[in-house]
């Protein structure tokens, strides 16, 4: 599972930053969460080329990116450069061996990388470790899709992404049991005339089951919501966006 998700981006990375441009919306949910970012020691999980954590540091926060691809790494390392900004390969389930405790006054989880871990159990073991590394009250900020919604609705289709140099075109297929879901994906190349496909399996994280993990993990103060902009969760939505201490 690792070394198709490893394949997967690699295939991707060169485009990635087109694909998946920086939203501004991002940071200011965390600075808002966390009261300003001056002085914040941060860890981004799955932070890809590096262009949310470059802007935290821009910010004032002191900031650790960390990826399992090594080819994304590579462009944050060369492109993102900032003193207050480092990059490392890191796996999200190896939290506690990485870090020290109480390091970090913020732990960012953005994009859907959570989803990429293969079980229930392997989301409440992250989220222990999480906390573990965290400073006593310090936040948690997730973002996944919405399964609840693309369960119930089966929506076999996510929108298309069409850039000035690429289409990137994203399909679910479902499995019997409901746990997983399958992604495929389609990047069009459109000056090549080329695409790559890809499929790779990901956790359908209801919300209910994020909530139990959240609060077997000791979180608290958990707020579930529909964007960045903090609306209520609930619907036919895409978004889960996650805040606890």
Known sequence: MADAQNIFYTSISKYYSEIFPYNPAQLKFVEAKLSGLSGKTILDIGCATGELAYNLALGGASVTGI??????????????????LHFQKGNMLNLETDFPATQFDAVLCFGNTLVHLKSLDDVTDMLKAT????????????????YDYILEDKVTELPCIDAENITFLRHYQFRETGDYIDF????????????????????????????KALTEAGFSE????????????????????????
């Open 67 to 84: 990826d399992l691809n090594e080819d994304l790494l590579e462009q944050a390392q060369e492109n993102k450069i900032h003193p207050n």
């Open 131 to 146: 906390r573990i590394v965290l400073k006593p009250g310090g936040t948690l900020l997730l973002q996944i899709l919405n």
């Open 184 to 211: 495929q994906t389609e990047l069009v190349l459109k000056h090549k005339v080329l695409s790559i496909r890809n499929e790779t399996r990901l956790l359908a994280l209801k919300s209910k089951d994020l909530l």
């Open 222 to 245: 958990i707020n579930l919501y529909s964007n960045f902009k903090q609306d209520p969760f609930g619907g036919k939505h895409l978004p889960l966006v996650v805040s606890c201490i």
